[in-house]
């Protein structure tokens, strides 16, 4: 089977309870990407075209500062990367941990978390971050998808 990565970025705690189910639903570790300044509620409110994470998901080439890069890559077989879904991609912060390591031959699932919106050109963003990874289908879940559809979607997986 090999040993399994849940790498996720939540910063209002709604996808880190799915990252935590899915560890969990299939014996996962359970690593958190952190910005090196956390983000505020100010700092979210997509609504304020001067907000942080608004004027950040502008600039396709912004990077967010990781606050550390000690995730152990190299031991895992298959990294999942969770994320809430911005402005119908993933935050640029995920673009800088997939930047900050090798994930060469490695299966990456994506999957996200939303309101409303699909995974859009999620993957498509991504996988320049982390060219020589083997993607999988990324998918948008439920933050209270329970552990037996979490664990059913990875096998459909084939991982």
Do not use: H
Not at 126 to 140: I, M, T
Request: proline share 6%.
């Amino acid at each position: 089977m090999g040993k399994k990565l849940v790498a996720y970025f939540s910063a209002s705690g709604v996808t880190a309870r799915l990252a935590k189910t899915l560890a969990e639903a299939v014996g996962a570790e359970l690593y958190e990407i952190q910005p090196e300044a956390p983000y505020t509620k100010a700092d979210l409110d997509w609504n304020d075209k001067q907000s942080r994470s608004t004027v950040e998901m502008q600039d396709a080439a912004f990077r967010p500062a990781l606050a550390n890069k000690n995730a152990d890559i190299a031991a895992c077989d298959t990294i999942f990367v969770g994320f809430p879904i911005w402005w119908y991609v993933a935050p640029t912060i995920v673009n800088t941990f997939l930047e900050s390591y090798d994930f060469a031959g490695k299966p990456v699932v994506p999957f996200a978390t939303s309101g409303s919106s699909g995974m859009g050109d999620t993957l498509e963003k991504l996988r320049p971050s982390a060219p020589s990874a083997v993607w999988k289908e990324g998918r948008r879940l439920k933050a209270s998808t329970p552990k037996e559809e979490l664990a059913a979607w990875v096998q459909s997986l084939g991982l």
